[in-house]
């Protein structure tokens, strides 16, 4: 049972966020534009416009005020929410930018760009300093727990780690041989953890820049790699079909989760710790005890690839989205299908906040999803 659907946006809804305070919805789309959405009742309450190509992501400030742009224009806008006022343009990037995102207290905004840097904005759109050393694309940057290092991922296989006050490489995590796809900072900071095209993962320490280990195992790319919430674990999806569970101090392998027939899209933590889902190119997710490394359950029934999978907040539920133009339901302790929910196009990416669930589509539209409503 679809709650809403908001209809506006002429080219894909490449992306969705929920508000800070979860009352509204803020869409990104390839139209150029951006939209503003009140979620209890749908309705468009402005559109921003001003981009001249693809906006590839839209983002609240912490406090919900402002709304910050990133474009395939090469540019990021910000704009009051209320007023849906494009206060200013942040230019400087020679190429497009794949993200922008605000620092904790919101007095920062940090840009990763294909032309090899990021950029550090302060609020009033001056360029404090620019992050210039690698030598392609930068595909992500994200500020550490503290703020005062910024962490940088790229296509030339490496990592760098920026002082953010000063400006200043501190360092370059070498020892990658492709593409590294992600990097993240532990939960306490100290360690970086970093995901790349050459089947391996590696765990790095913040202050020396030293490798502490390599996590070998995989026979093809690794996705993505996320720490447990305490940090003593690491989680690795791959495209070789597996995921594998690996101890954060030892660099050791517990066990590896077999079973998909295709490459696993990606690998999450249930809410409790206690189990981990994985979606894979297979059509079907499946259910692993966290602890013992067996699979519970196995949820067929999408017939295209399952994109994604997140658990409901209490962890009784999981929602998957997949590219046959469908959401499903399912219930964690029986396996069981509850709901399929049909869409006018396939999801792109879902987003969820209390239980509220958002799907952006790639028809120029996004859904709107009560998982109560859902269930009754």
Known sequence: MEIRTFKGHTNRAYSGVFSPDGQYILSASWDNTLKLWEKETGIEIRTFRGHTYYVNSGVFSPDGKYILSASWDNTLKLWEKETGMEIRAFKGHTNWVYSGVFSSNGKYILSASADNTL???????????????????????????????????????????????????????????????????????????????????????????????????????????????????????????????????????????????????????????????????????????????IELRFFKGHTNSVNSGVFSSDGKYILSASEDNTLKLWEVGTGECLKTISLPWRPNKIAIHKDTVLSANLNCTLSLFELKELLA
């Open 119 to 293: 950029k550090l904005w302060d609020r009033e759109g001056m360029e404090i300093r620019a992050f210039k050393g690698h030598i392609n694309l930068v595909y992500s940057g994200v500020f550490s727990p503290d703020g005062r290092y910024i962490l940088s991922a790229s296509y030339d296989n490496t990592l760098k780690l920026w002082d953010t006050e000063k400006g200043m490489e501190i360092r370059t995590f070498k020892g990658h041989i492709d593409s590294v796809y992600s990097g993240v900072f532990s939960p306490d900071g100290r360690n970086i953890l970093s995901a790349s095209r050459d089947k391996t993962l590696k765990l790095w320490d913040t202050e020396k820049g030293m490798e502490i280990r390599t996590f070998k195992g995989h026979t093809d790319y690794v996705n993505n790699g996320v720490f447990s919430s305490n940090g003593k674990y690491i989680l690795s999806a791959s495209g070789d079909g597996t995921l594998k569970f690996w101890d954060t101090e030892k660099g050791i392998e517990l066990r590896t989760f077999k079973g998909h027939e295709c490459p696993v899209n990606s690998g999450v933590f249930s809410p409790d710790g206690k189990y981990i889902l994985s979606a894979s190119w297979d059509n079907t997710l499946k259910l692993w005890d966290t602890e013992k490394g």
